[in-house]
């Protein structure tokens, strides 16, 4: 392989060898044959109903509380301008997802960062921020396999996130499109499906599990909320795209969508393991929490070692990765997230050699 062809650990999409394109060609086939008049129409700016409905049985709540939207970063933008005006106090991971960061400060939210531990969020530290005044209107939660750093959340920390939701009067706005790319371990229960208080809204995608190019995503949460939220969608673009929409039900409804997320699964588990394994044979001293689902490994270098060099000497090298800094408000100067998701397992020990060898310049 040569230096010139990049290996990329930045994207956080899955690479085209794990994407159904043959079940998507079919369901798109299905989708024109079985509702040309729904897919062809403006629709609704709540999704096209019967994905909608699949949505709803899934999570076990009426379908009035499910709007479907253009990727869950649309989902992510439409709650935040629900309830964020500028002033607010808002509650995130530490480090968390960098568009969630850029969205919050955009709409003038004074954003709180409260620190990731292995079983994910400090939730005493939340508490103590809560005890001295803090009233966030809402806490961004990525609960399964966190970007950037790859953890879980532990089920009595999603038990103690609810019972602080419920005791300080904010919303848990759980994050979670990785849940279902899951390697090892059990699946923890959802917040949303914990949540007797009316205190969660739950964001999830079919950009992980089916591809990122049908941008489907879609929010649950208190049907007040959803119907507030899907007035504002209709005068945005009066509805979504039916036809993206109706493909991701077709591939659902056929049973393609549980194949797609074993294919995705699969392959991610293989090479998440090959990267921890690499890492460790070829950079003595770098830490991480090996993820047990997912698309990202999150790693510090070894003392003294300045991410900002290496992200520069590492493109020099051919490969590209994401900065721990890109991530926090501060901090993260010795950090670096990497994306296993796209790159094949013949490029992962290469990549790792050029990492490897792009540390070592930095530390020379």
């Known amino acids: 392989m040569t230096t010139e062809q990049l290996i990329s650990f930045a994207r956080g999409a899955p690479s085209l060898d794990i994407v159904d394109v043959e079940g998507l060609k079919a369901a798109a086939v ?12 403006y629709g609704t700016s709540v999704g096209y109903p019967p994905l909608r409905k699949w949505i709803a049985d899934k999570h076990g709540v009426s379908v009035d509380q499910v709007l479907v939207t253009n990727g869950s970063l649309q989902a992510d ?27 919050l400060r955009n709409k003038g939210g004074q954003v709180h960062q409260v620190t990731i531990q292995p079983d ?20 961004h939660i990525i609960p399964n396999y966190q970007n950037p750093a790859g953890v879980t959340l532990s089920l009595e920390k999603r038990r103690a996130l609810l019972d602080l939701a419920g005791e300080y009067g904010f919303t848990i706005f759980e994050d979670d499109p990785y849940a279902d790319i899951r390697f090892r371990g059990e699946a923890l229960p959802s917040m949303l499906s914990m949540d ?38 209709t005068n945005l673009y009066i509805s979504p795209g039916m036809v993206a929409q109706a493909i991701v039900h077709e591939f ?5 969508i549980d194949r797609s997320i074993q294919t995705v699964s699969t392959a991610l588990g293989e090479r998440a393991s090959l990267l921890a394994t690499a890492l460790r044979e070829h950079i003595p001293g770098v830490r991480f929490t090996e993820p047990d689902g997912g698309y990202f490994l999150w790693i510090e270098l070894p003392e003294g070692v300045s991410a900002d060099k290496v992200f520069t000497a590492a493109a020099e090298r051919g490969v590209a990765v994401v ?28 990549g790792v050699r050029r990492l490897a060898a792009a540390v070592e310049a930095v530390r020379g």
């Open 323 to 350: 900065k721990g800094s890109d991530f926090l408000l501060e901090g993260g100067e010795g950090a670096l997230r990497l994306a296993f998701s796209a790159v094949t397992v013949d490029q992962i020990e290469e």
């Open 30 to 41: 299905r989708a024109f044959e079985a509702d040309p008049a729904g897919i062809t129409a």
């Open 196 to 233: 007797d208080k009316g205190v969660v809204v739950h964001a999830s995608s079919f950009t992980k599990t089916v591809c990122p190019g049908v941008r489907v995503g879609y929010l649950v949460g208190p049907a007040t909320l959803i119907a507030g939220i899907a007035k504002r969608a």
């Open 77 to 103: 933008a439409f709650l935040f301008d629900y309830l964020v005006q500028s002033g607010d106090a808002v509650v995130v991971e530490r480090p968390t997802y960098d568009r969630t960061l850029l969205n």
């Open 120 to 139: 994910g969020v400090d939730t005493d530290e939340l508490r103590k921020l809560l005890e001295s005044g803090v009233r966030p209107k809402l806490a």
């Open 252 to 256: 659902c409804v056929s049973g393609d």
